[in-house]
């Protein structure tokens, strides 16, 4: 028997093979569509805005997740700075 559903968000996710970003829409509002627009690249000093991030993850030396986009490529630089950025 179909189920009737209702959905609060309809939201998409675009990951690319250099770039990644996201966009979602309230379906009570559908003519407005919010970004993500807070991404910040080259570290917390610099705060050039962005609406897409890198399409990059970084795992920690167990293999866990750490950190995905400017974050990843901004800790991962600091690591290979001090030559830790190797397992």
Request: charge should be negative; charged fraction near 20%.
């Amino acid at each position: 028997m179909p189920r009737n559903k209702s959905f609060l968000v309809v939201a998409a996710f675009d990951f690319g093979t250099t770039y990644s970003g996201y966009a979602y829409s309230y379906t009570h509002d559908k003519t407005k569509v919010c970004t993500n627009q807070n991404w910040y690249s080259g570290g917390a000093s610099s705060k050039l805005a962005s609406l897409k991030t890198p399409t990059s993850v970084l795992l920690d030396d167990k293999g866990q997740f750490h950190s995905f986009g400017f974050e990843a490529e901004d800790h991962f630089a600091m690591l290979a700075e001090d030559q830790l950025h190797a397992g």
